[in-house]
């Protein structure tokens, strides 16, 4: 499991935290490298022969003793290696073959390679753009290799999409939502020793082919002491579309989900994680994604792809897949303190209580809540951690494609104050208007006092459904569904009965739905008002309402109601026609009102 040349997968690049940076787990380099001079062998496309015990312990002790420092890396190794072989004597075809070996195990000697290697993909497109810089020495072609579950880190660890010479390329057409790893080489053809010169691999950023990231993370990042959201809420609410969140902070004293009525879970663990399989059909969603399977780390962090017991909280441990981090350090059940776990009827909850970080008794109790329609609460309400043996903690969301490029340390304690805020003072909190833009204008919601750009103001149309089809007032075009955009009927109110024409499915009072009005043939007495506001729609002298009493088209002038003259007597037939004169003439005058 250790690595046998410096790019292998298995290495660490472990942070000085772990291991004073992998000393011993990456020792695996320079233990191949000492058998291949050794013994010899073939190795990495590369023929070595062997030197014997004695030269090459000889040659290991004079950069040890005399050359290397405390601080050597590898690729000093590298330069005080061809040092000491030049203090030993060596010939140059031993320094040759020390040269062979050296750059079959990767720790120097190879070409320059390209550098600044990006991927990029568009929302819902099934093609990635990779790019690169090549390097400024002359050199054969680029080869682009990819792979689906890590970083290629030699032209044959994965598959070669490209070679040539240019700085681009487009892989595609791919599945939509597969992960995809790219890593550009730059080959420089055939080296001094006649074997095939590629430089070391660059690797791109993962991306998911046809998914954007959000554009920001959410995620925060305390340095030791800097902690500073004790007796605090923290809720994350999606955004109707769900890969972009709005957060907002509240003070609070208690936690939301009483923790002793759920189970003890990883009691005396430290650095376990737990799979939870949800009951009963439920899921959380993240960044858009539902999952019924989730993985609980004792660590302060719940992941989504794979179980994971990292205890060294750093950015690219938090972004390396979905991960929702409240309180990512080395946290040690094994020395005291509960976990619990809670699946309610709305939601799951994971609940630390008084549990210590690593090597101190700094205790911490803290509280994740995770919403089957989304929402994700952290509570914080004891946190002692300093911080210093990982040297940061971690909170916030991961969309799992590594750290973000460009990425920007977010301020969890200057969020929202206050989860009822309301940015633009339109009655309706940000929380529920969230971050889309429906109309279009470049505002979003939670900014925007008329978010569905139908020149009524969300004050007025309000965070109700009239309609009830499930699109609140404010967002919604027709709020009342008649089919006549609210943009049209406006807020006014034709027929003065006290609701708005928006609002009102028969706004001119005629006994006639503005559905059946606007359905019909548009103004058909050329008067300029619509069917729906007006109440002789065919302008021959009688109402819409009278003509529909009986039986006639109020949309045909030809068409005349059949007053019952010949069977009734004369006096009530112009009784009639007299009642429906006058209000007729209300009716007029009403309309005229200002």
């Known amino acids: 499991g250790d690595p046998d040349r410096a790019y292998s997968p298995n290495r660490c690049n472990c942070p000085i935290e772990f291991d004073n940076g992998g000393v011993h787990s990456d020792s695996g380099v320079l233990n191949k490298l000492a058998y291949l001079l050794t013994d010899g062998g073939a190795f990495n496309g590369r023929g070595i022969f062997s030197m014997g015990v004695s030269k090459v312990a000889d040659l290991l002790y004079e950069a040890q003793v005399n050359l290397l420092t405390q601080s050597s890396d590898y690729a000093d190794l590298y330069t005080q290696l061809n040092q000491a072989a030049i203090n030993l004597s060596w010939l140059q075809t031993e320094r040759d073959n020390l040269e062979e070996a050296m750059r079959a195990v990767e720790i120097g000697g190879l070409p320059d390679g390209p550098t600044g290697a990006m991927a990029a993909t568009v929302e819902g497109d099934p093609n990635v753009t990779v790019s690169w810089t090549n390097p400024a020495k002359v050199f054969v072609s680029a080869v682009v290799v990819r792979r689906t579950d890590r970083s290629p880190t030699s032209i044959s660890d994965g598959t070669v999409v490209h070679t040539g010479a240019g700085t681009s390329f487009v892989d595609g057409p791919l599945a939509i939502g597969t992960t995809v790893y790219y890593s550009v080489f730059a080959y420089h053809g055939f080296d001094e020793f006649g074997t095939a010169y590629y430089s070391a691999p660059v690797a791109a950023p993962r991306v998911t082919v046809g998914v954007v990231p959000p554009d920001d993370a959410l995620t925060e990042e305390w340095a030791p002491g800097a902690f500073d959201i004790v007796n605090t809420r923290v809720t994350y609410l999606p955004a109707p579309n769900s890969d972009r969140y709005i957060v907002c902070t509240e003070p609070s004293t208690s936690l939301g989900t009483n923790p002793l009525t759920g189970i003890v879970i990883l009691a005396g663990v430290d650095d376990g994680a ?31 792809e794979t179980p994971d017991t990292n205890f060294i909280p750093s950015l690219p441990a938090h972004f390396d897949q979905r991960r929702i981090s409240i309180l990512f350090d080395d946290l040690d059940l094994s020395a005291g303190g509960f976990m619990f776990l809670n699946e309610e009827a709305d939601r799951i909850a994971i609940t630390w209580i008084n549990v210590p970080e690593f090597g101190t008794t700094n205790l911490n109790s803290v509280q994740l809540e995770l919403f089957y329609d989304g929402m994700i609460v952290m509570t914080y309400r004891r946190v002692q951690a300093a911080f210093a043996f990982a ?6 969301l991961s969309f799992g494609v590594d750290t973000p490029p460009g990425f920007l340390i977010h301020d969890l304690s200057s969020a929202i104050a206050g989860c009822s805020a309301d940015s633009d003072g339109d009655g309706i909190t940000d929380f529920e208007e969230g971050l889309d833009d429906p109309d279009g204008d470049g505002i979003p919601n939670n900014a925007d006092t008329d978010s569905d750009g139908d020149g009524i103001d969300d004050i007025v149309e309000g965070n109700v459904d009239s309609d009830g089809d499930g699109t609140p007032d404010f967002l919604d075009n027709d709020s009342d569904n008649d089919g006549i955009d609210d943009i049209v009927e406006g807020n006014i109110d034709s027929d003065g009965d006290g609701t708005p024409d928006f609002l009102d499915n028969d706004s001119d009072n005629d006994g006639i739905d503005d559905a059946t009005e606007a359905a019909a043939t548009p103004d058909p007495d050329g008067d300029t008002i619509p069917n729906w506001l007006d109440t002789d729609s065919d302008g021959d002298g009688f109402s819409d309402e009278l003509e529909t009493a009986f039986g006639s088209d109020p949309y045909d002038a030809a068409a005349f109601p059949a007053l019952p003259l010949a069977e009734a007597p004369v006096g009530v037939a112009l009784a009639l026609l007299g009642i429906w004169g006058i209000r007729r003439t209300r009716r007029a005058r009403r309309r005229l009102d200002p």
């Open 274 to 304: 737990l799979t939870v399989n949800l009951s009963g059909g439920n899921t959380v969603p993240l960044y858009g994604t539902e999952y019924s399977t989730l993985y609980i780390g004792t660590n302060g962090y719940v992941t989504f």
């Open 391 to 396: 040297g940061a903690g971690i909170a916030g």
